[in-house]
């Protein structure tokens, strides 16, 4: 297909596809002329996991250049190359860590007997598990920590759906780009369905009558 067509079964528009291109996110076509190129499926296939990628999921161009160069790494597990995707997906915040709540986080991760959380700024998921933390203790929370134990036993409920999910896909290439794109908008979904339960559960819980005495 030309570039025209592969913007109209995308959805992305022409510039947006010649950007990507010279960024290098979107591999070249097959030139038929000095300034005419053609493109396939596998063309179609990465542009919507870069638009997924940028829209969805809201990285930088950076980002996607480190998640797309963790895909097409080969010799990697599935496993590995799962980690080494969250890894690229997940920003490291500019908040300045605690030391209490770095501590917090390397207590969470040898309580679940995970060993390799030495240094929280050597990953970017604990770094930012930190930096969620250290906001907390700046806002008076200090025992937010208390809930990690209990938000990983219930996310991994999640956690095997999510890899059901991915399970179901036929080939590798489908594997890896339903484990990026499922990771990205589940992210987004389980915002919303939280808000639900959270919704469900207060109503149960506390009712529409008032909290407390007012202070």
Do not use: W
Not at 15 to 37: D, F, H, M
Not at 55 to 81: C, F, M, P, W, Y
Request: glycine fraction near 8%; charged fraction near 25%.
């Amino acid at each position: 297909m030309r570039v025209g067509e592969l913007s109209k079964r995308s959805g992305v528009p022409v510039p947006t596809i010649k950007y990507y291109l010279r960024e290098g996110l979107l591999p070249a076509g097959v030139l038929t002329s000095p300034n005419q190129a053609h493109y396939d499926d596998e063309h179609l296939r990465r542009l919507r996991l870069v638009r997924a990628l940028a829209d969805v999921g809201g990285l930088s161009i950076a980002s996607v250049r480190e998640v797309l160069a963790a895909i097409d790494t080969r010799d990697e597990s599935l496993h590995n190359k799962l980690g080494a995707v969250q890894e690229a997906i997940s920003q490291p915040s500019a908040v300045e860590l605690d030391p209490l709540a770095i501590e917090d986080v390397q207590g969470f991760f040898a309580r679940q007997g995970e060993t390799e959380c030495a240094d929280v700024t050597e990953s970017n998921v604990t770094h930012m598990l930190a930096a969620a933390l250290s906001v907390a203790r700046s806002v008076g929370h200090d025992q937010f920590r208390d809930l990690l134990d209990p938000y990983l036993e219930g996310l991994k409920i999640i956690a095997q759906a999510d890899l059901d999910y991915i399970a179901r896909q036929s080939t590798r290439d489908d594997i890896i780009e339903a484990m990026v794109v499922g990771t990205l908008i589940g992210d987004t979904v389980l915002k919303a369905v939280r808000r639900l339960a959270h919704a469900q559960v207060s109503r149960d819980v506390i009712g529409d009558g008032p909290v407390g005495p007012a202070s």
